[in-house]
Structures are given as C-alpha cells and as structure tokens.
C-alpha cells in the first residue's frame, strides 16, 4: 500500500488565487442584487442613502464569508489521502464521501494544464482530483503511469476554464429577469437561468469531490429558482 497526502506548505500558494477569484464575483453579485433590491422597493424614487448602509454590511459579509471559506478549503486541503493498495485508488478528505477506484474501471489517468491529475473511473460521479501540491509528486507521477498511461491536457475543461464568463452571464440573466420589462426578454433569460440553476443544483448534489456544506447550503438555491419563477409568472401573464 502507498499513500499520499498534500504538502501543509502548498496551501499558501493555493490561497492567494482565492481571493482573486471570489472577490470580484462577489462583489458584482452583491451589486447586483442592492440593485435589483433598490429597483424594486419604494425607496426607489426617494432618499437612497437607506441602501448605502447596505455597502459596508455587504462587504463585511464579503469578508467574514471569505475567511469562512478559506479555513474550510484549508481543512479540506490538509485531510487529503490518496491511498493505492493492490486493486483499487482511494481519495479521503474532511466532510466529503470517499472514493474508492477500482483499478479496472479507471478510464483515464489526465495530467491537466497546472500539473494535477485527474483519475477518472467509469461513472462520472467517481472522478478524483489530485493537486499540484501532493508530496512526492515524482513518485506518484510514476506510480500513475504504471497503472494507466497518462494523458496530457494542455487546455483547461470548458466550465473551468469560462467559470468567470459564466458567473457574469448568470448574474446579467438574473438582473434581465428582475429589472427588464419586455417579455421576450424575460422569457428568454428566465428559461437559460433555470436551467443554468438547475444543471449547478444537480452536478453539486451529486458530486462527491465537495464540502458537505456546500451541498447543504445548494438547498437554498431552490427558493432562488421559485423566486425566478414567480417573478416570471408575474411579468409573463402581466
């Protein structure tokens, strides 16, 4: 048996792309919904300044999420186990199922752009990541290649890859719905956000690489999704 874990100094190189990345969205997220909020309410024509107290609370919860989120990832990040044994790969980590690969179903062994691994078996649920920052990454290099030749992706996956692009259309979907009066528009918008929210509630349920938080917390998208459907009745039948 082999085993694998992530080097604890690696996780500070992982941190400094998180807030990159989850800054921006956020706080466009936010934007958007006081905007939609302020175009919506009475206080629309009148004295604003009421929404301006929101600006500082917004990035409060910004910032209290965003160390939130980090300290989970970094649990996440230090529980990780790859475990080879004689028929089968096992990933264990904090808070998410544990995968189990039997040598025989594996499809693909990838080596991708920013030098992870990803193990695929044969369902599309049972896939593991493997990070840059695993120790003795020659070695496991070479153990993966003695089980499956490895394949080499010098582009990221597409959703990876347009994840920004995508947030951007999914907000600018939800801004349509709320602000916009045309029903062309709406409709539209509505049915490519649905289904948007949907596919996201679905692969998120069922992944098993994910918090369990995160899964739980999806549950909410779910009021989301009867809060885009009811202001679309309303607009559509208007």
């Given at each position: 048996m082999q085993q694998f874990t992530n080097r604890p100094e690696g996780f500070r190189e992982l941190r400094k792309a998180i807030p990159l990345k989850a800054v921006p969205t956020s706080?466009?997220?936010?934007?958007?919904?006081?905007?939609?909020?302020?175009?919506?309410?009475?206080?629309?024509?009148?004295?604003?300044?009421?929404?301006?107290?929101?600006?500082?609370?917004?990035?409060?919860?910004?910032?209290?999420?965003?160390?939130?989120?980090?300290?989970?990832?970094?649990?996440?990040?230090?529980?990780y186990t790859l475990t080879f044994d004689n028929s089968a790969v096992t990933r264990e980590q904090n808070n998410t199922p544990t995968i189990t690969i039997p040598y025989r179903d594996i499809t693909e062994i990838a080596k991708n752009s920013?030098?992870?691994?990803?193990?695929?078996?044969?369902?599309?649920v049972n896939?593991?990541?493997?990070?840059?920052?695993?120790?003795?990454?020659?070695?496991?290099?070479i153990l993966l290649s003695t089980i499956k030749?490895?394949?080499v992706k010098v582009t990221e996956p597409f959703l990876q890859k347009f994840s920004g692009l995508i947030s951007l259309l999914t907000l600018g979907l939800m801004a349509t719905i709320y602000l916009v009066q045309n029903k062309l528009a709406v409709g539209t918008s509505g049915a490519v956000l649905l289904a948007v929210l949907g596919y996201s509630f679905f692969e998120?349920?069922?992944?098993?690489?994910?918090?369990?938080k995160i899964k739980k917390g999806m549950w909410w998208l779910l009021v989301v999704i009867a809060s885009i459907m009811g202001v679309m009745y309303v607009k559509l039948t208007a």
């Open positions: 706080l466009l997220a936010g934007s958007v919904g006081i905007a939609i909020s302020y175009a919506n309410s009475t206080v629309a024509n009148g004295d604003s300044n009421a929404y301006l107290g929101f600006i500082p609370i917004m990035l409060a919860v910004l910032a209290f999420g965003l160390y939130r989120g980090i300290t989970i990832q970094k649990k996440i990040f230090d529980s920013n030098n992870s691994f990803t193990i695929k078996g044969n369902s599309a896939i593991i990541g493997i990070s840059p920052y695993i120790n003795d990454y020659d070695r496991l290099e030749p490895i394949s998120i349920r069922r992944s098993k690489n994910l918090d369990s």
